[in-house]
């Protein structure tokens, strides 16, 4: 019983902190800013890949970021940006990749302004500081996703070599579709624990992230899974937006993900400030009344 109103208790504290602090808008917010950072972001992580040689990094980054969203929405939008990015570009350290590259960074900004509101703390960084880390980011990503693509070029040969030698790890070995899930789960779940630890103000201890991470994990799984199911049987964007049925099917799950997001820092907020309200209130002893200790003097 006691768990139960614990868990009532900190889901109403969460949700109403996310109704009054305009959770919604800065879903909203999260949503178009992560969509206008999308484009940036792999522009100029392309062309800084092409300079350092990596010509496979484009594929490897749609993988990436598109194997964890549904299809109906996912297809459409990796096309496009196949086709962006595989315009030969030469020119890396132009004005224009440079400015994408503070375009890209503005999505990190967007992850931070959400993060310390959800955690109810005051920004006290300098302007410089918080620029810098976001670009920092936005590079740290790319040379990641730069480390990944070279690493999944190299795994099929390697497995090749493993299974002429060591032929029982064949069963083991899998497939490319399964080592990118794989690899696109580990990026989500390293790309959450660094945003929720770095991006707000304050400090947090991993234990303290934990449960909304996974709050988020499960909720974004759930809610692909709906999304999808009723963009495939009950969906009426293409008769409704024609040609634009494929940015707005992209902004509404955006919406939906930012959402959830949010709320996920919400409640790993106000699990501690349940504990932190739980820690000043006097201990009760086993048949409910205040112990001896902490009992009023008659």
């Given at each position: ?9 900190v ?11 305009d959770?919604w ?8 800013t ?33 194997d ?21 570009r ?23 302004t959400?993060l ?7 920004e006290n960084?300098?302007?410089m ?20 693509s070279?690493l ?7 497995v ?37 630890i ?14 909304g ?61 349940y ?21 009023p003097?008659?």
């Amino acid at each position: 019983m006691r768990r139960i109103v614990a868990f009532k208790r900190v889901l109403w504290d969460a949700l109403g902190h996310f109704n009054a602090d305009d959770g919604w808008s800065m879903a909203s917010h999260l949503a178009i800013t992560a969509l206008m950072a999308l484009f940036p972001f792999l522009i100029f992580a392309t062309a800084l890949a092409s300079f350092l040689g990596a010509d496979a990094f484009a594929d490897t980054a749609v993988h990436i970021i598109f194997d964890t969203w549904p299809d109906t929405i996912a297809e459409p939008i990796s096309k496009e940006v196949v086709n962006v990015l595989t315009v030969q570009r030469s020119d890396f350290l132009t004005i224009s990749i440079l400015v994408a590259g503070i375009f890209a960074s503005n999505g990190i900004e967007a992850l931070r302004t959400a993060l310390n509101r959800a955690y109810r703390v005051a920004e006290n960084r300098s302007f410089m500081f918080r620029r810098l880390q976001s670009i920092f980011f936005v590079f740290l990503t790319t040379f990641g996703f730069l480390a990944i693509s070279v690493l999944l070029v190299l795994a099929p040969v390697a497995v090749r070599i493993a299974v002429t030698y060591l032929p029982w790890v064949e069963p083991y070995t899998g497939t490319i579709t399964v080592w990118r899930y794989l690899v696109a789960s580990t990026v989500i779940v390293i790309g959450l624990v660094a945003a929720h630890i770095w991006l707000p103000a304050g400090t947090r201890r991993l234990a303290e992230i934990v449960p909304g991470i996974l709050f988020t994990l499960g909720a974004w799984l759930l809610g692909s899974l709906v999304f999808a199911t009723y963009l495939e049987h009950f969906s009426s964007y293409a008769s409704t937006y024609a040609g634009l049925a494929s940015i707005m099917v992209a902004v509404v799950f955006l919406y939906m993900i930012a959402m959830i997001f949010i709320l996920g820092g919400e409640l790993n907020a106000s699990i501690v400030r349940y504990y932190e309200a739980r820690a000043k209130v006097p201990q009760l002893d086993r048949a409910g009344d205040a112990s001896p200790a902490t009992r009023p003097a008659s």
